[in-house]
T-cell receptor, first 113, second 116 residues
């Protein structure tokens, strides 16, 4: 069965610090990859997605992620975080051919002003 | 375009009862997925419906069931509620026409179910 690992459960950063959140998955076939964000009191929103093509994907709010097939990874990055980035971030993987999406357990990011 | 709506937003039930949750997808979306979100387990996939047919199913007991109507609206039912069923139940809709298409999912606000 597909599994998705997010190694950082809770990250605390100061404003302007750089961010990298790790995500690894187990499925060896074709995958579609997503990062979702859940701001306090709000519902899940899509940050960015990878379907095919350029492995460096740019999303909203200055976030980007890089798909490294050989490492089964899809890490999320942002050069300079803001207090408004405080939220929980979920990595998700969809196996090609199925609509089932497997989510990681999430990483809570706290940005200190 | 209106987003995914879920009703009710909050629900309190007692053990042994059953509950039905409703989800209205984004107009034109025919795929609806359900997830259970808990602090301990995170987001876990329940099932996915497309054109009134269940296409994918997660690892949940048979007490959890669902259905989809011809207008793509979906309902999820949980029978014989247990304390451990307390969770946020999320519905997501997608424009994916087939299981092979990578339709991104749009999530609703969820229904917070508390079982006492």
């Amino acid at each position: 069965a597909q599994s998705v690992s997010q190694h950082n459960h809770h990250v605390i950063l100061s404003e302007a610090a750089s961010l990298e959140l790790g995500c690894n998955y187990s499925y060896g076939g074709t995958v579609n990859l997503f990062w979702y964000v859940q701001y306090p009191g709000q519902h899940l929103q899509l940050l960015l997605k990878y379907f095919s093509g350029d492995p460096l994907v740019k999303g909203i709010k200055g976030f980007e992620a890089e798909f490294i097939k050989s490492k089964f990874s899809f890490n999320l990055r942002k050069p300079s975080v803001q207090w408004s980035d405080t939220a929980e971030y979920f990595c998700a993987v969809k196996e090609g051919g199925y609509q089932k999406v497997t989510f990681g357990t999430g990483t809570k990011l706290q940005v200190i002003p | 375009k209106a987003g995914v709506t879920q009703t009710p937003r909050y629900l309190i039930k007692t053990r042994g009862q059953q509950v039905t949750l409703s989800c209205s997808p984004i107009s034109g979306h025919r795929s609806v997925s359900w997830y259970q979100q808990t602090p301990g387990q995170g987001l876990q996939f329940l099932f996915e419906y497309f054109s009134e047919t269940q296409r994918n199913k997660g690892n949940f007991p048979g007490r959890f069931s669902g259905r989809q109507f011809s207008n793509s609206r979906s309902e999820m039912n949980v029978s014989t509620l247990e304390l451990g069923d307390s969770a946020l139940y999320l519905c997501a809709s997608s424009s994916a026409k087939t299981g092979g298409q990578a339709g991104e999912q749009y999530f609703g606000p969820g229904t917070r179910l508390t079982v006492t």
